[in-house]
């Protein structure tokens, strides 16, 4: 389970659910639920695993599920395509974000914030949180070269809360989920993206950083009934 800029373009199966087992050993807070707080402090209960983090109408003919990791050189490329595609398709395409937080403490932490975020402002402030991450980090494990509260503050939201409600673990099993759901799609690099044709139910997955024309190829397929055939990613 690599990134494309590792330089591992891909990896086996079993490797990849390998990976996501030493991330669980390395962070066992992943594994059960969130920590209960004291008294005086806030975020006691463990938010929802499967909560989604839409861009875009609910409704929409295409969904497309991005499994990305904001310390990831290749995700930070590719963040701004699928956003792109949603804000120019009339409401016929969502976007969909989950977390592969797999370059150590600093992806972790990154994608906790982001979903602290959303406490304060929805799925709006979830996206606007994760598109200053990447905007901030040094990729591969840096991390932000702004501490991630004063991101927060930059966005008008509540640092102190955001930091108390990620030490709660409140949003630990949501990361898990978005982990073990990457495992069941067979995801093996970051970025990947799952594209959905919600009428028919019809899927097809593209593997590595994809440009927007290559994503809509594949769309017009699933509407078709056509086999997908996968170019070369950027």
């Given at each position: 389970?690599?990134s494309?800029?590792s ?7 079993e490797?990849?659910?390998?990976a996501?087992?030493?991330l ?11 920590v ?11 938010a ?5 983090r ?7 003919q ?14 930070q ?12 398709s ?11 937080p797999?370059?150590?403490?600093n992806?972790?932490l ?18 606007r ?47 898990r989920?978005?982990?073990q ?33 290559e ?6 397929a699933?509407v ?11």
């Open positions: 389970f690599g494309k800029d330089g591992v373009r891909s990896r086996s199966y490797q990849m659910k390998d996501v087992e030493q669980q050993l390395l962070y066992p807070s992943l594994i059960g639920s969130a209960s707080a004291g008294p005086g402090q806030e975020h006691t209960t463990p929802p695993a499967r909560i989604e839409r861009y875009g109408e609910a409704n929409s295409f969904t497309l599920v991005e499994f990305s990791d904001t310390e990831c050189p290749y995700c490329q590719f963040y701004p395509a699928p956003k792109a595609l949603v804000d120019g009339r409401g016929n395409v969502s976007l969909i974000y989950k977390h592969v797999l370059h150590g403490e992806s972790r990154q994608a906790l914030t982001a979903e602290c975020a959303a406490d304060q402002g929805g799925n709006q402030s979830f996206f949180m994760i598109s200053s991450i990447f905007s901030s980090t040094g990729l591969n494990g840096r991390g932000t070269q702004k501490p991630l509260s004063s991101i927060a503050e930059d966005l008008g939201l509540d640092a102190r809360k955001i930091t108390a409600c990620v030490d709660s673990g409140r949003y630990d099993d949501k990361i989920a978005d982990l759901e990457a495992v069941q799609a067979g995801v093996k690099v970051t970025p990947t993206t799952l594209i959905i044709h919600n009428p028919t139910g019809r899927k097809q997955v593209l593997s590595g950083a994809y440009p927007p024309d994503i809509v190829k594949a769309m017009s699933l078709n009934g056509a086999p997908v055939q996968q170019g070369v990613p950027q």
